[in-house]
């Protein structure tokens, strides 16, 4: 049974909607907003899985330059740090872009649920701090390459910003503190889902319509959401983004159990 995509109002209503929702997310966690955007996309407008990421990566692009503008006016970005992490991730794009034409409606919906669930785990393990910082050196800066080669695949699959794999890492692995670690990653995401859009489009995994509707609308909330980083704190931060993950994380579970019974 094809499910029947709301039109007119209906959608535009469910692209403010998740683009206000995403925005503000993307401000507050330093995440681009895919980990919103994609599942939102499938439960409320009944996207493909694949269609759903193209959209995705294209809509970032715009949110993550109004949330990194937002950072660096307080200081929180690393500059070089995310132009080694977008070597990397430009790179990574590409390939994530293929595997994403490549891979069946069930299996990308189930590597959706299962990077889902990581990140919900992650969010427990992780202990913010706002003094920590980066030492780069010859070894940090090849480690910071390969974070954006696997951040790009992410980004390019599934169709998530990467913030969601690089602001964790970059707290645990590198010692960078959560607001520069958000502040760095949002600024990465812009060349690398640039490429993975570029790619996207010519295979026509993406709705431009709606990419802009879900983009221009979630850069209303962004800088909203990074003010409110400053303000709340990051344990409790997490503990909600958590909560979030877990209704989302069901919900798309169930569309996975679904398409998988299709499949067969």
Partial sequence: MIEERPTGYRAIGSFVLIGALSGFLSGLFGVGGGTV?????VLLVSFSQRLSAGTSSASIIPTAAVGV????????????????????????????VRLLHALSEPVLRWIFVGFLVVVMISLFLIVPSRDAELQLHLLSGIGLVVLGLVTGIASGLIGVGGGIVVVPVLMLLFGMSDLVAK??????????SLSGTVA?????????????????????????????????????????????????????????????????
Avoid at 71 to 82: I, N, P, Q, S, T
Avoid at 223 to 247: M, Y
């Fill in 37 to 41: 955007i994609v599942p939102l996309l």
């Fill in 183 to 192: 502040g760095t990653s949002l600024l990465m995401m812009i060349p690398t």
């Fill in 200 to 264: 996207n489009i010519r295979k026509r995994n993406v709705d431009i319509p709606a990419a802009i509707g879900v983009g221009l609308t979630a850069c209303v909330t962004a800088p909203l959401g990074a003010w409110v980083a400053n303000l709340v704190d990051p344990r409790l931060g997490n503990i909600l983004f958590a909560v979030f993950l877990v209704v989302i994380i069901a919900q798309m579970t169930q569309r996975a159990i679904r398409a998988s019974r299709r499949g067969r």
């Fill in 69 to 96: 503008i937002t950072y660096a006016l307080h200081g929180d970005v690393d500059w070089v740090a995310a132009l080694l992490i977008a070597a990397g991730a430009v790179v990574g794009a590409q390939i994530g």
